[in-house]
């Protein structure tokens, strides 16, 4: 019977499948959670999932009850009717799963006074009359200067299409939102004014919704950055946009159909009006900065690697499709350089590290990581090629943080323990467990500072084409494949650490310091918040100095983002900080190679110019 | 047998159909130019036609291969397959139509110098390095302000969203167009910077394409405003999009797409290309502007009539629809109140009737008439409801100035001598034909200053319900109806001339001043331009004072926008006049109703406060 490879997106699962086992099967066997309420019948319709590469069987009839020939044609299915016929990659929309993935909208509280960009302002007028039948916008104009001492000068466009009855209808009392002299949105008084932050990561989104008055997030929810059809990495997403325009713009509007959708979660759990948010302010690397504007992406992605744009921007949400107030504004931070966006200058902002004493570093640890070392009131700034391996990417059982990945792992003597995302059965083994499990095998001499997986220890077997540690056997999976370390796994963790300790390695020696003068490490991201950080030091990630120095700052893109939204100092200081940062491409560092090859070793140690010390 | 009345619109023209002609029967009887290249055998297609109003007989096979079934819902036919069923009103599209209506594209020619609001700048940069990654934006801000000593700092988003590529492809040099420290357009390098001037007419559009660094006409070019298909003036339009928010829409949609298709045009004439437009005026009357601004228009028809917005506005083209340079404004002239509108602001800045020495009235006659009196620096500005006679409306055998229409008339004893439009054989009589009619008619006795026709006359005979004068016997037209003037036609004209006179009485009454005082009157639009004044002051349309008074000014208002096109001075007078202007609600005034009566009389005469005195 032949054996195909089918992945399932967007958890990152992926495993094999027999020619006669339908998808939900293989999916249940490999303990991902599709949802099934009439157990395979193919009669509930819970099971959609769509094709997004490779072939399947032809659809069956009840599936051709449930789609359109266009949705068919689209690649929707049900995973029950549906049996491989190639190696392929699925998604699985939320709808369908029993369980959610985790999303990281949590972090740093902010602590910034509200100084925001849109101020509300009660109007109470009088209406217009045979004896002064001055126009409405003229009339509001006039009273709200007058009334509030303003220098109002403008109207936007969509709200003077409104304001005629919505005077009339609230019987000319309303509320006015104001920013910087244009009267940008209108509501009955009293209205709340809401501002929207947003953290658009090339594989998760993280939006808040916050009292603009206050600063309080009112709420907060996560989902996939729907992109991920189109490649998991900024690299294959930009190649799709650059071979075809049409690919571009749906790009754009799939990402704006998301962050709308999440507006209106957001709304939803409040019981707000869309209406109600005059402010947003959106981060993200700067790929993904420029497709969520529709910027062009090609020069981004060939030498000399330049941004479409760099300075912060104010742009109407309607011109990038976004349903909010209908004046509001997109404000987005600065952006550093073609692979450094305004995601870490939000980062620099939400740790204040952009101001701090002493040496720093802050670290956003992702498929990219940006690392800055911030001395003497100077910023320098590298960025990493660490890879989705963090993402569960290239390893065996990785996958992403959903429920069943395990988490934490310990190893004491030949005894194994481990935690797993929402204490589900384990199903596979995200970035965070990859690394303790690689430290702890380090530890027990399992693996070697070189990297090699040695056959000391009862745990390690020889696997098809390779040693491997079976982290949970077959015997404890009830007869479900062992979930296993690979050497090949070792391996790959070895080229993503590197490349994040290179990039410390390199802004130290161009400063002039080394590891023991860093005074504090901020550590924010998804991954960076879970990964613990002694077993970072272990791999040799990070370097060897006291724990306490370390700070996990959660999703600071996101509080940066919030900081923004909230304070137009923040905002000033967001350009202050992206105009006082040095880029520094690291490929063309003296002494790259030879870091990036002693980076790779396990252990603890420092390096200088290329050599390696071990510490005790 | 059965006969109906049949409107084809948008000439105006109405007549009488049998139940067994077919409409293009009808057409051609009426001498109206409906394209029949097959000869009615329904096989051309060129007949195309949209019942808009009542019930016609069921398609033919030949209808139903043409037309889909969307289209036949519409109301799409072919005149030669269809018969009336009731009294309908028809849409001939232009392309069906042999002849074409004169649209007045021509005026004042203008004397400004160009001040234009958007500036063009030649650059050459050196583009992006490994060692200068500066982004593409940013790049093209600072040398547009270190070569031209500028400071600019804002980029259109959609001029961002093409820069990229562009400068790529255009090797690094380009045109950038400036507008307000704003970068609203790329082109290559050497490019034309053009702008579009439009005067957005109840009935008509006039469009001019203009060199902003000169000021020169390139070209232009005159439609019909397709609103037309819901309602002849101004109230049933709104009525329309009062009613439903959708027809609303609508009207801006079809206003716009018109405008496009003119923007097409006029580039195709030049060949230019639509993105060589950075700059447009649109100016039209109060409901006009907001309908093309998709603004409401409720409260523009209840008491107390106010516009939704009066001042200038610069709105983002693409906010409108409208397909120009990527980040070009469309700027609107200031209206003055719910009745007088930005077209009579353009009308007084191009007459330079506005700051004109001694007493002046300026005259835009339309199916609403607006009249100023600009006296020791005062304006004083009256709405009249002169009504659609003058388009041909509720007259017999009216029509608009269409090729064939009846346009002058001499009455030498019993004969009569006329010239029409085009020089093509007579089909209706228009505007300008009518109130020379009805001055010989007065002037040979025909009819008494009272309006009453008398039968002293060898052409007057009763008609089926009045008395009619024969202005082209039925022995004339080979067979086909005797074109006519009856006694109702008479009665139509003294309404609507009468409404204009009283609006210029009650503007000297109300200054203190006589006719005699008055040193010049200008009148615009395109009735007022065609029409004999002589003839109009014969019928006391307008008051007697010497002909070399008068001054014909053709469309004034779509020279007034062209001058805000060109300069910026200009837009800064057209804010001047607005704010100088007091309205005067016509039917408030003092003496109103006398002075209505005594205004409808024919004849020379004075009228102080509502005492008719005649002049000899």
């Not at 700070?551 to 923004?564: C, L």
Request: proline share 4%; glycine share 8%; with cysteine.
């Amino acid at each position: 019977m032949t054996v195909y490879i089918v992945y399932f997106e967007p958890v990152g699962r992926k495993g094999e499948c027999r020619a006669n086992q339908s998808l939900l099967d293989c999916a249940h066997r490999l303990g991902m959670g599709i949802a099934s309420l009439c157990g395979g019948q193919g009669t509930c319709h819970s099971c959609k999932i769509q094709l997004l590469s490779g072939t399947v069987s032809a659809p069956t009839g009840n599936e051709r009850e449930v789609f359109s020939s266009e949705e068919l044609k689209d690649g929707w299915r049900l995973a029950c009717q549906t049996y491989p016929a190639s190696d392929c990659k699925l998604n699985v929309p939320s709808e369908s799963m029993t369980t959610t993935q985790r999303t990281q909208v949590e972090g740093l509280e902010i602590t910034v006074a509200p100084e925001p960009p849109v101020q509300a302002y009660h109007l109470k007028l009088a209406g217009p009359s045979l004896s002064n039948p001055q126009a409405d916008a003229e009339h509001l104009l006039q009273e709200l200067n007058h009334q509030h001492h303003l220098h109002c000068n403008r109207v936007d466009i969509d709200v003077m299409r409104l304001l005629s009855p919505q005077l009339r209808s609230w019987k000319w009392q309303c509320q006015t939102s104001v920013r910087d002299n244009e009267v940008i949105a209108l509501g009955p008084w009293p209205s709340r004014q809401l501002g929207l932050a947003v953290d658009l990561g090339t594989t998760k989104i993280a939006s808040y919704l916050i009292d603009l008055s206050d600063g309080r997030t009112l709420a907060s929810k996560g989902d996939m950055n729907p992109q991920i059809r189109y490649g998991e990495d900024i690299i294959s997403r930009i190649s799709s946009a650059i071979k075809s325009p049409k690919k571009g713009v749906q790009l754009q509007q799939i990402t704006v159909e998301a962050l709308n959708q999440l507006v209106a979660d957001l709304c939803a759990d409040i019981h707000a009006n869309t209406e109600e948010i005059v402010e947003a302010v959106v981060v993200g690397n700067t790929a993904m900065h420029h497709l969520f504007l529709g910027l062009p992406v090609r020069q981004l992605a060939l030498s000399p690697f330049v941004p479409a744009v760099t300075s912060a921007l104010d742009i109407k949400a309607r011109d990038l499709g976004l349903h909010i107030a209908a004046g509001a504004y997109v404000h987005l931070l600065p952006n550093i350089a073609g692979f450094v966006g305004a995601d870490h200058v939000a980062m620099l902002l939400a740790t204040d590290a952009w101001q701090a004493e002493g040496i720093t570093l802050a670290l956003d640890i992702g498929t990219n990581t940006e690392v800055s070392l911030i001395a003497g009131g100077k910023i320098t700034t590298v960025s990493c090629a660490s890879g989705p391996a963090f993402e569960g990417y290239h390893i065996k059982h990785g996958m992403r943080a959903a429920s069943g990945a395990i988490e934490r792992v310990q190893l004491a003597d030949d005894n194994i323990q481990y935690q797993t995302v929402d204490k589900a059965p384990p199903v596979g083994i995200c970035g965070s467990g990859i690394l303790d499990a690689i430290a702890q095998l380090y530890l027990a001499g399992v693996i070697n500072e070189g990297g090699r997986m040695l056959q000391s220890h009862p745990r390690v077997r020889n696997g098809q084409k390779q040693r491997e540690f079976v982290l949970i056997g077959d015997e404890e999976r009830s007869g479900q494949p062992a979930i296993v370390i690979t050497q090949q796994d070792v391996r790959e963790l070895q080229l993503a650490k590197s490349a994040i300790r290179t990039g410390i390695q390199v802004l130290l020696d161009t400063g002039g310091y080394s590891e023991d003068e860093i005074s504090q490490v901020a550590i924010a991201g998804a991954f960076g918040t879970y990964i613990d950080v002694s077993s970072a030091i272990t791999t040799g990630m990070l370097p060897a100095i006291p724990l306490n120095r370390f700070q996990q700052v959660g999703n600071a893109a996101g509080m940066g983002a919030k900081m923004a939204l909230i304070s137009l100092s923040k905002r000033a200081d967001g350009a202050a900080v992206a105009s006082r940062v040095r880029y520094i491409e690291l490929a063309s560092a003296p002494d790259f190679t030879q870091t990036f090859v002693q980076a790779g070793y396990l252990g603890r140690y420092r390096i200088r110019h290329g050599n390696r010390e071990k510490i005790d």
